[in-house]
């Protein structure tokens, strides 16, 4: 591993292919001297999930970092008939901040409440009541119900440089494969009119479904976190 930059409690290494996570990875990291997060820099697409995070000691949380321009995002085809489902951008921001919450309480820190990273929950609630804006989110409506939903904030990756980071997206489970197809192909036609340049998403090593959809819209990973419990 190449250290690039330590800033803080912060410490970002470049590897490389070839690269296979072991007990001895994280040996030499000064955890004890203050370090909270370890960040492991590829080239996108370059070291698979599984070399990532397969031999990850325990005690450590990995989120994986995926990442696309909006250029290289997938063309999903979909019927000619498909205006069930449409955009809409929020007027309330009360409201988005208590959909926010509720959408990712119920679908992501409930369901893996043994797995979530502690504190997840505090930052998410400074994030939504002190950052979160009407600007850069958008609801995927079906008739008058919410059935999905996208938010898009600017923000810069592990190496400093500037980004656009989907801090929370949501697709209702229940859609059947017709209309969750179309919501997939919205949601690429909202991300490739509001996103400039890279898009990256922070997805838990654990999440299998999270991975996969993102893997499907055409996002690869090129950065590791990884904290220690």
Known sequence: MEL????????VYRINSGFRMSESTLSGVNWAGG???VSLVFEKGGISEEDLCGCLPQGYDMRIV?????EELSRISVPSKNGKISLEIPSDLSDLKSFFMKTIEDYYILPFSSRVPPGLRQETKEFVENKLSLEGNI???KGSERIGFISLVGSKNAAGVPINLIPWIWVDGKLSPADRLVAHAKII???KDKAKGEINAWVD???IRSIKFFRKLGFMPSCAHITRR
């Not at 690039?4 to 410490?11: P, R």
């Not at 995926?66 to 909006?70: C, E, I, P, Q, R």
């Open 139 to 141: 609801y995927l409506m």
């Open 4 to 11: 690039i930059k330590q800033d803080g409690a912060n410490i």
């Open 66 to 70: 995926y990442s696309v321009n909006k």
């Open 35 to 37: 370090v909270k997060r």
């Open 205 to 207: 090593s654990f999440n």
């Open 189 to 191: 036609e909202c991300l």
